[in-house]
């Protein structure tokens, strides 16, 4: 009977505390007026749990390597700055940013530099206190790796990711936001100070498409905007929330999903315009300002 | 006080239970595709579920890149667990919006009843510009149309109507933000979920026959070139 009763409450106990990890979301069928696509309006309610993810820096990186940009050191955060942040939301935001310029380093096979960011991040996970995330032999296996480019961007990748998932698992929402938003704001600075006259259309097309990964950004702030710290996060970020508000969406867009010999196309036509020359400058100039605010603590 | 100590104490085991037990189960336990072009994704997620729950995972998928998703469970879940993709579509839609206020009610001149008088169009006794304050209130409602944006979700792939396939490729030849739903059943059934290896992977067993962990692998490589 004792043991009926612990099991029960055990399942009651695991139960509320999943559903603190996302916001519920409720599908309620709709009539729509597209030929057979059945479509539901989303709307807020107790159902169901709704998860906001991120793409990794090292994808930006990754990709924009192979749109011909260059790497350039003095975009770096100096590793002598991780000393002097002090609040909890500062080192994660910190954290974020050196955790992108490992990702950066490492996908330019800039192998010394790597092994230099990764002893910095690893001692702000320390201060951070989710130094647990990381393999003990994860410093050994960068080591290891120094001379295989591959390998180091699957090395450094994976402690992110493993920092990422610990956070998730811990409902540490606060940490992840933080070093999500910033990892994502130094990756854009990054790219968006590389570009050099004629950029590669494909990089232009990334650059525009981050209109989408920062709405699922800030939608995963707002869903965990009770945190005071969150709130300030949202703040920050607020000027590129109303930037990208403005730019045009193509709501009539028409996406297909076929068979095509045995393997599914996700097809369709754009559904954010391109942005104009001013409009990546002006994208430009508040990322950099955000990223400022952030090094020199003012947020 | 004891029992105070230990109802904390047993839901602090219960957080740290279910915040390791489902830590890097789809790195644990899901099947990474045999293609070595394919790399991790960092979009990729863990969650403990129960019977009859259902979860949406929101992820941005971008042109030129290949896609495979990958479902793994525990056993205890059972088959058939379901998966969809949607799109996410902004609609915009009129909604007529509705603002209730209370006003005086006034009369017009027209109602004065011989108290004041007219000149030309000013009532001048009856307190302003034509009208008289009758000393009750009235509800007022205006109706105001506004355009505003309303996310849908619209299917574009069902699992379900697919053999119950725990994975699946495709190449994105346009940028999207797609919910991966998942959802497992409420009478699951026993045996070994469809994409949990068997000869080493998903070899994990909950104890609660209810609770277990999903993970949704999610690897992605550019779109290889055919042709010349």
Redesign the interface.
Known sequence: MKKQKL?A???T???I??SC??DK?D?TP?S?T?DS??????KQND??????????P??MF??IK?GGLSFKQDLLLPIENSEKYNTALQQSLIFGIYSADLAYTAAFEEYQTSLKYFGTVQKMADRLGISSAYDASTAERIKNNLENADSLV?VT??T???V???L????EETKLGAIATAGWIESMYIVLNSLENNPNS?VL??IK?QK??F??LY?YLQQHNHSPQVEKIITLVEPLNEFFNNIE?N?D?K?T?TKKDG??????????APLSEEQTAELKDLVNNIRTKIIEENV | MKKYIFGIL??TF??T????Y???FH?KYCYPSENEFF??????????F?KG????????????QDYRLSLCADENLGNNIIFK????????VEKVVEHKSTEDEYKTCETCNGEGYIDGETCYDCDGEGQRPTGNTVEVVTKETKVV?????????DNSQDDFAMD??????????LIIEVEVPEEGGGGTSKGINDKGKGKKKLD?S??GCIGVLIE?M?TPKSGF
Do not use: W
């Not at chain 1, 998730?168 to 409902?171: I, P, R, V």
């Not at chain 1, 393997?263 to 954010?272: H, I, M």
């Not at chain 2, 729950?53 to 030129?64: A, P, R």
């Open positions: 099991r409450l055990f399942i106990g695991t139960v505390l999943f990890g996302g979301t599908n709709e729509d597209q696509v059945q479509a539901e309006v989303i159902e169901q749990t709704v998860y906001y993810q991120i793409p990794s090292d994808e990754d990709f192979n699957k990748g994976d992110y990711f493993s990422v998932d610990y998730e698992q811990n409902n494909d097309q990334r498409d989408l990964t709405e699922n939608d969406e709501n867009a996406t999903f393997k599914f196309v996700l097809g369709g036509e754009d559904t954010v | 047993f839901l219960v957080s239970f279910q915040a390791q489902c830590n890097n790195r790399k991790y994704d960092g979009q990729s997620r863990s969650a403990l129960s729950q259902k979860s949406e995972l929101t992820i941005i998928v971008y042109k030129g993709i949607y799109e996410v579509k902004k609609v915009k944006v309303e996310k849908r979700k619209e299917l574009l792939y699946i490729e495709f190449s994105a030849t346009s940028t999207r933000k609660t209810e609770m992605h550019p």
